[in-house]
């Protein structure tokens, strides 16, 4: 529902900003530039070439919902790290980890919060937190971290209540913090992985495409993220 009231809303502020500030031409590139750029694509090998590659890109985002989409952004209150935790590396196996270089974690929008080490492949961190963050979705579909259900919060190979390892690596956004008191980032690493890098490239595969192709609905999509 929020999400739909959130469509609606951007609709309303798009109809009014439309009438407000209506565009009466192109901005970044002249109506010629992109006349030229769609005869190229059907003219020329190496045009075509380019165009295939912009459009193996943007074709998996436009099988995507707009929800699925919009989803993907995370909100303010869920910070974005680079590391997880850059002295001591990975829970479970330590430096080993940066073998594998400065930024070595295996992560995946299709495996949604979830990191893995490719040193030991252990999966961090332990608590299923999509149902979690769902939770905690308010206005806009944006998390707030008040709203989320806390007994949501817990490793999931050690669900029982008495068991000693229900908190071992479960992370609500800030971090899990380990009985020396480290923290480890796992799902900022992960927002900032899906959010500064994943999400850009999809952007300019998208825009990219219709510039050369006249496609609405990858401008659409493009317009969803
Ligand atoms: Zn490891």
Redesign the pocket.
């Known amino acids: 529902m929020a999400f739909i009231i959130s469509c609606l809303a951007f609709l309303i502020m798009l109809i009014v900003a439309k009438k407000a500030l209506a565009k009466e031409d192109t901005s970044l590139y002249t109506r010629e530039q992109i006349a030229t750029a769609r005869h190229n694509v059907k003219t020329y090998d190496w045009a075509k070439t380019e165009l295939d590659q912009v459009l193996s890109k943007a074709d998996s985002w436009t099988e995507r919902s707009d929800e699925e989409l919009w989803n993907l952004i995370t909100g303010q209150e869920i910070p974005r790290g680079i590391h997880v935790n850059p002295n001591l ?6 430096r ?2 940066y073998k594998f270089g400065n930024y070595p974690w295996i992560v995946s929008i299709d495996r949604p919060w979830k990191l893995e ?1 490719p ?4 999966i961090w961190p332990k608590n299923d937190f999509d149902p979690f963050h769902r939770s905690g979705l308010g206005d806009g579909g944006v998390f707030r971290r008040h709203l989320a259900d806390d007994s949501l919060l817990f490793n999931t190979d050690h669900p029982g209540i008495e068991d000693e390892l229900r908190g071992y690596a479960v992370d609500d956004g800030q971090g899990w913090v380990d009985n020396d008191g480290e923290r480890w980032w796992f799902i900022a690493f992960y927002s900032h992985y899906c959010t500064w890098t994943v999400l850009p490239e999809a952007a300019t595969a998208l825009a990219t495409a219709y510039l050369y192709t006249g496609d609405q609905r990858y401008a659409y999509k493009a317009a969803v993220i």
């Open positions: 590396g990975c829970p479970s196996c330590g080993n980890v080490c040193a030991c492949q252990e």
